[in-house]
Nanobody, 124 residues
């Protein structure tokens, strides 16, 4: 079956960096658009970033633009999220997700597969 397994979360001070990874199995990874979402305590899950199946197109939420970078390695079936200049408001559980069509809307209900998440905590 399809598995998306996130890793790389942890505790970091404001201004610091983290790199999240998402290892995929059970699906033709190179044919799926991939994205990251996050959910802070008491809030709805929100879109963070997306990358097309080949990696040539990316899209970011305004709140993370110029600080976060999404990338993928199709040879390793792995998705990444490089997070720089972290802020306390970036604290959340970060989820990896997959869907077939990059151009359709990126929202929680529109994804085909989800990981279980990894917690990122940014202290002030």
């Amino acid at each position: 079956q399809v598995q998306l397994v996130e890793s790389g979360g942890g505790l970091v001070q404001a201004g610091g960096s983290l790199r999240l990874s998402c290892a995929a199995s059970g699906l033709p990874f190179g044919r799926y658009a991939m994205g990251w979402f996050r959910q802070a305590p008491g809030k709805e899950r929100e879109f963070v970033a997306a990358v097309s199946w080949g990696g040539s197109r990316t899209n970011y939420a305004d709140s993370v633009k110029d600080r976060f970078t999404i990338s993928r390695d199709n040879a390793k079936n792995t998705l990444y999220l490089q997070m720089n200049s972290l802020k306390p408001e970036d604290t959340a559980v970060y989820y990896c997700a997959a869907k077939f069509n990059y151009d359709s809307r990126w929202y929680e209900g529109g994804m085909d597969y989800w990981g279980k998440g990894t917690l990122v905590t940014v202290s002030s």
